[in-house]
């Protein structure tokens, strides 16, 4: 995980408007959010393992799932999961747990961010900050 500081860290923001901005950019709200936290990722690359810029945010007021709720922005940073390659081998399906264990593990879930995608992050929190604070 690296950390790129940045402008828009601790501005406030309805969760429509972020949105609104970000998903025409190809942010989409990263899947581990609760009613309190999430954040928004946009996908590097995807050739080993993935790469992504997460945005974090915390709520403001109100619940994730509160149409007008306000949430407040965290560091942005880079952040890199590597998956097991080949078999599933890890996995044993049955009825019961076949939607949940269908995929396999992640060999690391915080792999180290490759070098060469470093300036790709820092340009796209300079595009952040244009499109947020501007």
Do not use: C
Not at 21 to 32: D, E, Q, S, T
Not at 36 to 65: A, T
Not at 103 to 123: I, L
Request: negative net charge; without cysteine.
């Amino acid at each position: 995980m690296i950390p790129v500081p940045s402008k828009i860290e601790s501005q406030i923001f309805t969760l429509y408007d972020l949105e609104q901005r970000l998903k025409p950019l190809g942010y989409v709200i990263g899947g581990n959010w609760d009613y309190y936290h999430g954040s928004f990722d946009y996908e590097i690359d995807d050739k080993v393992g993935y790469q992504f810029l997460r945005v974090p945010f915390n709520v403001v007021n109100g619940h994730l799932d509160d149409k007008e709720v306000t949430v407040k922005l965290g560091e942005p940073f880079l952040l890199s999961h590597k998956y097991q390659i080949g078999l599933d081998d890890n996995v044993h399906v049955g009825n019961k747990t076949a939607s949940f264990d269908q995929f396999s593990e992640p060999e690391d879930p915080d792999a180290e961010f490759p070098e060469e995608y470093v300036g790709v992050g820092k340009e796209l929190v300079q595009e952040l900050e244009s499109t947020l604070l501007s």
